[in-house]
């Protein structure tokens, strides 16, 4: 049998090729490889929220920094004399409410007054009328009376027309008031956006902001490697997916690490991948194509090692070799 294969080396390439092809079938029902993984963890990515140039720079590339460390700060001047500003302004506004307030009591006495006055014309004139219709007073009289009640009723109107001005420049005292405050606080906070810590622990990305360069808001400055969720994230072949369950068990090993079989758990799957680079970047991407050839689409699945091998560091990116068994 063997001489007759050799007799036709066609014959027995081909017969290889075919038991090759069905061992590889019939093993990927059983198991999921992929060289394809690399190491991850969660990364801050440092912005500016406020514009000036960079005063002070307090770490450097690869430095390890503690939650609330400082990193940089950005020239405080132009904030904290805005601040001053506002200050001033809430103080005037707050001056300009007491002044308000004070027409407001003033309108109101005078608004008392103007009554009492009206109200001692108009019994006046009810005594009049009285004598004027019992024969006792001159007309002259009645007719002095009847002025004095239009005149203070005048008064009276006149003051309350005060009393809604000033009361109206109360209400727009208070919300010069609330103008200024909500200025201030504005002020301040950006005041406190100058200088920025580290928002957790970590080790500094290689960056290329340097003291004095102008940062604008949103402009990226550096970022930290955190050691929170430590992965190794594999993009597995799409015909395996229905097979990986959450906690499947995976043997893996670290680039960094190659001699060493690590065991793990799948703790994530992808829900789905974007088609194209020009999707919005929050959907992964996996490149389809590999040395000009084009791939099946694949996945990816996120790994958490039992436990983080002692000595070994965490380099974000680097390479990892995944076996996940059905």
């Known amino acids: 049998m063997l001489s007759r294969l050799l007799r036709h080396p066609v014959t027995l390439i081909v017969g290889v090729v075919v038991a090759l092809f069905v061992i590889y079938e019939i093993s990927v029902r059983f198991f999921a490889y992929t060289a394809d993984a690399y190491v991850m963890s969660d990364i801050v990515v440092i912005s500016s929220q406020i514009e000036g140039p960079v005063s002070k720079l307090a770490v450097q590339n690869n430095q390890t920094v503690a939650a609330n460390q400082l ?3 950005i020239e405080r001047t132009p904030f904290a004399l805005k601040v001053q500003e506002a200050q001033a302004s ?43 219709g019992e024969g006792f007073s001159p007309e002259a009289q009645l007719d002095v009376a009847t002025r004095d009640v239009a005149t203070a009723g005048a008064n009276v ?35 406190s956006k100058t200088v920025v810590a580290a928002p957790e622990a970590g080790r500094i990305t290689p960056f290329t902001t340097r003291l004095g360069d102008y940062l604008r808001p949103g402009t990226e400055v550096l970022a930290i490697i955190t050691d ?12 395996h997916l ?12 670290l680039g960094n690490d190659p001699w060493q079989l690590h065991l793990g758990r799948v703790s994530g799957i992808a829900a789905g991948v974007a088609r194209s680079p020009h999707n919005p970047e929050i959907v992964p991407y996996v490149e389809p194509t590999t040395d000009w050839v084009r791939l099946p689409r694949r996945f990816p699945i996120e790994i958490e090692l039992d436990d983080w091998p002692a000595g070994v560091g965490l380099f974000n990116g680097a390479d990892a070799r995944v076996l996940i068994w059905f």
């Open 157 to 191: 109107s006149s003051t309350q027309a005060q009393l809604a001005v000033a009361t109206q420049r109360v209400t727009v005292a208070n919300a010069a008031i609330g103008s200024t405050q909500a200025e201030l606080a504005r002020a301040e906070y950006d005041l």
């Open 90 to 132: 809430l103080a005037q506004a707050q001056a300009n409410l007491g002044l308000a307030q004070d027409e407001v009591n003033a309108a109101k006495a005078n608004i008392a007054s103007a009554q009492a006055i009206q109200a001692n014309a108009q019994e006046q004139l009810n005594r009049i009328k009285t004598l004027s």
């Open 71 to 73: 990193l940089f700060e």
């Open 228 to 239: 929170r969720r430590r992965r190794v994230v594999a993009n597995m072949n799409e015909r």
């Open 242 to 253: 229905e097979r990986i369950r959450i906690g499947q068990r995976v043997l893996l090993t």
